[in-house]
Each structure stands twice: as structure tokens, then as C-alpha cells.
């Protein structure tokens, strides 16, 4: 995979990307792998779908699946290796024409959206800092909040622990670091509403089974919206829709 990052204003930014046509290749492999775990098709044992047949019979669906996962994938990998945070929606340029993987063949988009500027602040600035969410918070409860969003240990690694600076647009942190910061954040305001868009995108397993448990037992004191492509993350909700060429369904 290959990529340019062009800055096209002090707010703007457009990425140019090339995949080359074997992780094309790994990537439709892998969706249909995922797909048949547990797919029934009369004449086969369940998960025991050969892949010609899966991709032969889904293959909208599959394929579908592969192109959305590898562009998100690739996106985010490259903007958290160039720590850059978008602040508005990533546009695909030439949306009319859109594209899906095919096999043996590279797969090239072009996408832009906007930034915030950058600005230099005070070198003891701590722009996530937890605590700004509730002025009265005690360091007891900042540090549950913590341990519910699986960021305490972390933060204890760090060399001056909770009073840590982590540079003027926490330029230190990891994407995956900066997500759970701002679920500890979350957990911490008094608010009754959460909305979360892709919580767990950015950390492993071990992790997400942490944040999905916290944000099962805030459930009963708080309403909560998740947007994610994970159906572990999903498992935890009461209800969930699914949005598909425009139209919103309650799944069962």
C-alpha cells in the first residue's frame, strides 16, 4: 500500500491511495473466511461452505463488506501513523462512480476532509486531561473512569502518571490511547446521553471486552448510542438497527 497526503489549505487535507492487488486479494479472502463461520446452505455443514461457492452465491454482499473494511482499515492506519485528526467527514472524491475490489487488480480512492489548524500552545499544556470533563471530580473517581475506559495502567506507565503532558494535540498518545482517554471522559460527565462512534476500533481484544463491560453496567444509569462495523461491540446493546441503501431496519 502506498499513499500521499497532500495539505491543499491549513485546514484541508487530501490523501491519494494505492492498494496493491494481493492485499486486495487478502482482503476479499478474509471476508468470505469471516462471512461462511456460520453460514447454512443446505448440502454443506454449518461453516463448512468452500469459499468458491461463498463467493460465487454472496458475492455483492462479500464484496461489499471487503471494500468498506479495506478503505476504513487503510484509513485509519494512515492517519494514525501521521497522527492526523479529522474534524469533519472523510469525502470520497468521484462518489458517482463507485468502485468495489476485484480480484488480481489494485484499488485506488481518493479522499479529503478538514482539519483543525495547528496552533502551538504552552509546553505544560495537557489538552486530555480527564478531568476537564467535571471541575468537582476527585482523583478517586477520575481514576475509576479511567479503569472502566482500560486506560489507568497506561497512564501509570507514563513518567509523571496522571499529571503526564502529552504535547499541545496529544501528539504522544496513540490513536487507540486517545479513544480510550475520551471514554474515561465520557464515563466521568454527569451527562445521560453517550453517544460513541466506533469505540473500540482502535484497541485489541483484551481491551474491548474491558470497555464493552463498563458500558454494559452504565447502561442502567445512562442511555447509550454505539455506531459500529464490530458485532462483539454490538452484543452488548438492547436494540440494534442496521442501515442499508438508506434505510434503517431493526435487526432481531
Known sequence: MSHNIENVSSTKRKIAISIDAKEVNNSINST?????KNLNINGFRKGKVPASVIEKRFNEEVYNYATENLINTTINKILDEAKIRPVSRVQFENQ???KKLARDTNFEFTCTFEVLP???????FSEYSVNVESAEATQEEIETACKMASVHDFI???SDGYKTSVGSLGDNLSAGEKQRIGLARAFLSGSKLILL??????????NEGIILKALKEQKNNRSIILVSHRESTMSIADRIYSIKDGKIKECD
Open 32 to 36: 468470505i473466511r469471516e462471512y461462511g
Open 96 to 98: 458517482d462512480e463507485a
Open 118 to 124: 495547528e496552533i502551538e500552545l504552552p509546553k505544560d
Open 156 to 158: 501509570m506507565t507514563l
Open 197 to 206: 462512534d466506533e469505540p473500540t476500533s482502535n484497541v485489541d481484544s483484551i
